[in-house]
Structure formats: structure tokens, C-alpha cells
């Protein structure tokens, strides 16, 4: 079975300082992955993805994402935290092979709330 | 400007009233989705699309219903037979099934 875990619902950083949300995943294929951010009654907006090309991958913003396969992590990272960085992200993985009749669907983490003081 | 709108930003529903969330997409995507937003739980899927005048159930399809008439256009009713409807629903598409997916701002439905 394929999944996806956030593991902090929350953290809070200073301004200014790095960011680190934490994701693993459980897939038994090599995997799609995503971050996306979605920021107080707003809709979700992609930051990154990862799709077996570099295991680096570069967002929107100065996020970035690292895809580990031997720790089986994606954590999202940011060197300097802006304010406008408050939100809720999500770790995402897609479904590649059947699975309930849901392939290519995808498998949400529960999200991590980001809070940046001042 | 290309996206997806959803519409109502907010909606009430009466004890035992069917409601219709709108979502409209001008991207040309073929694929459509619907899915269910709950504090602490993050999203569940209820319905996807993967071309006009088709559809597929979801996760949690139960107490919903939709249709794809129009490639643009993939309503969601949310029926009297939805027990816990108040939640944050949320429509994406993508350019085919199993690319990236793009969301809408989301409509808020609370129950009176």
C-alpha cells in the first residue's frame, strides 16, 4: 500500500530562519511527489514535484525538496523563512499502479501548519 | 486569465436540501476532481473525471453525486444522504489523468 506521512502538524520558525517539514512516504514502486501549500481559505498551489528525474528538486518561492529513496523521505526545506511563508503544506504521493481502482490518484499527507514569528 | 473558479465562496445547507458546488475550468484540462477538505485530515477524494461524460467514484463518494456534461464544467452535489457535510470541498484538473493537478480557491459548505 502506498502513503504518505507529515510527520509535525505544526512548526513554528522565526523570520528569517531555515524551514523543515518532514515527510515520508510508503510506496512499493518508485514514486510521484509533491509539496503544495495552501495558505488560509485559499485553494492549494503547487510548490514542487518529484518525478524520477533529479533527486533535488527545486520549487517556487526558495522551497526546495530532497528525495531520499533509502530513507524513503521528501522533506521540504526553505534557507530563510519569510512571514508570507505562513501556511499549511502538504506532502503529496501519486498512485502508479492500480490500486481500489484508483490509479494515478493521489494519497494526501495530513499537512504540516508552518507559523512565522517575527 | 486561465484557472479553475469555484463558486459559492461560502454555502448553507438546510437539513435534508440537496446543494450544487460549481467548479469551471478554462485550462482545457481533460481530468477533474473533486475532494473533501476536514481539519487534521487533509484531502479525500469524492469523484474524478477523466473525460466528458464519464466519472469515477472516489474515496468517499457516498452522499454525493456529479456530472461532466461539458469538459469545462464538473458540478458537485452534496445530497440530503451526506450525514456530515460541513467540511472544505475543493476542484482540480489536470491536462490528462495522472498529471499534475491544479485546484481551485474552494468553497466553504456549512449546514444550518
Known amino acids: 500500500a502506498q502513503s504518505v506521512t507529515q510527520l509535525d502538524s505544526h512548526v513554528s520558525v522565526s523570520e528569517g530562519t531555515p524551514v523543515l517539514l518532514r515527510c515520508n512516504y510508503s510506496s512499493s514502486y518508485s514514486p510521484s511527489l509533491f509539496w503544495y501549500v495552501q495558505h488560509p481559505n485559499k485553494g492549494l498551489q503547487l510548490l514542487l514535484k518529484y518525478t524520477s528525474a533529479a533527486t533535488l528538486v527545486k520549487g517556487i518561492n526558495g522551497f526546495e525538496a530532497e528525495f531520499k529513496k533509502s530513507e524513503t523521505s521528501f522533506h521540504l526545506t526553505k534557507p530563510s523563512a519569510h512571514m508570507s511563508d505562513a501556511a499549511e503544506y502538504f506532502c503529496v504521493v501519486r498512485l502508479i499502479m492500480n490500486y481500489g481502482g484508483s490509479q494515478g490518484n493521489l494519497i494526501f499527507g495530513k499537512g504540516t501548519k508552518l507559523s512565522v514569528k517575527p | ?112
Not at chain 2, 477538505?37 to 453525486?65: H, M, T
Request: with cysteine; net charge neutral.
Open chain 2, 1 to 112: 486569465d486561465g484557472g479553475i473558479t469555484q463558486s459559492p465562496k461560502y454555502l448553507f445547507r438546510k437539513e435534508g436540501q440537496n446543494v450544487t458546488l460549481s467548479c469551471e475550468q478554462n485550462l482545457n484540462h481533460d481530468a477533474m476532481y473533486w475532494y473533501r477538505q476536514d481539519p487534521g485530515q487533509g484531502l479525500r477524494l469524492i469523484y474524478y473525471s477523466q473525460i466528458v461524460n464519464d466519472f469515477q467514484k472516489g474515496d468517499i463518494a457516498e452522499g454525493y453525486s456529479v456530472s461532466r456534461e461539458k469538459k469545462e464544467s464538473f458540478p458537485l452535489t452534496v445530497t440530503s444522504a451526506q450525514k456530515n457535510p460541513t467540511a472544505f470541498y475543493l476542484c482540480a484538473s489536470s491536462i490528462v489523468y495522472q498529471e499534475t493537478q491544479y485546484f481551485g480557491p474552494g468553497t466553504r459548505l456549512l449546514v444550518l
